[in-house]
């Protein structure tokens, strides 16, 4: 008995240790095909980096390095850029940030840790990274031979004013349309949209996944929680749910491997 207590014991100790050490340390990089036609667009995004603490300058750097090996003409970031409003050298941190590199250009939402005492930092940070912060609003953007993809950002959904009917009103006539939301639960409000794909963060995937137990949830995040989920059969909008990069409340992930996610679409 006392044998088995002590396996036991060891057996959490070295899980725990890998949940701290190890996972939030990896950084896989997921790749999907998007559209049948023969025109490719490579958009990559990004999500829930939460600097601080336990994800550090040299961490973004490293992971600049990396998206930039992958060429994208496209980065978005779907929102939570620091983790709380911690004091950490907020923005020499986040300065390598600038050495994103994307041929069409790079873009953001606010997510909900972006609205809090953090909101005065987050728009100039990323302005000074040569991001455009999307606020209800799209780009349209040339994709080559007369195709254009389109780019809608939508505040957030927990302490901003989203206008979500204005973000998809600004998508209009584009050949390919990506909504940008940080809360993947208000994809539902996209249904009757005719958008091909939403890309949302916000959830990490459940941060802590252990066998046996619920998924860890947080609001608007509790019914799409990672990867892709069809919102609407009838006119294939897509949603994908990026586990993200960093963590919160505790510096731990199991199972929830971090993430870069990269969309090749091709539009016909």
Known sequence: MKKTIMTAFGGLGLLAAYSILVEPNRLAVKKYEMGTGQKRLRVVQLTDIHIGPFYPRRKVARLVRK???LSPDVVVF??????????????????????????????????????????????????????????????????????????????????????????????????????????PDGADRLQGSGVNLILSGHTHGGQIRLPLL?????????????????????????????????CTQIPARLGAVPEIAVFDIKMV
């Open 67 to 69: 998206v930039n090996r």
């Open 78 to 183: 779907t929102g939570d850029l620091y983790d709380r409003f911690i004091r950490y050298r907020r923005e020499d941190a986040a300065k390598p940030l600038v050495e994103l590199e994307a041929s069409l250009g790079k873009f953001a939402v606010w997510g909900n840790h972006d609205c809090t005492k953090m909101a005065r930092w987050y728009a100039p940070v990323l302005e000074r990274a040569r991001f455009i912060l999307l606020e209800n609003e799209a780009v349209i953007l040339p994709a080559g031979e007369g195709r254009t993809l389109a780019i809608g950002g939508t505040d957030d959904l927990l302490y901003g004013e989203p206008d979500i009917k204005q973000t998809v009103r600004g998508t209009a006539g584009s050949d390919y349309q990506i909504i940008l939301m940080h809360e």
């Open 214 to 246: 619920p998924t860890v949830t947080t609001d608007l995040g509790k019914k799409y929680i990672r990867g892709f989920y069809t919102i609407n059969p009838e006119n294939s909008t897509e949603l994908y749910v990026n586990k993200g990069i960093g």
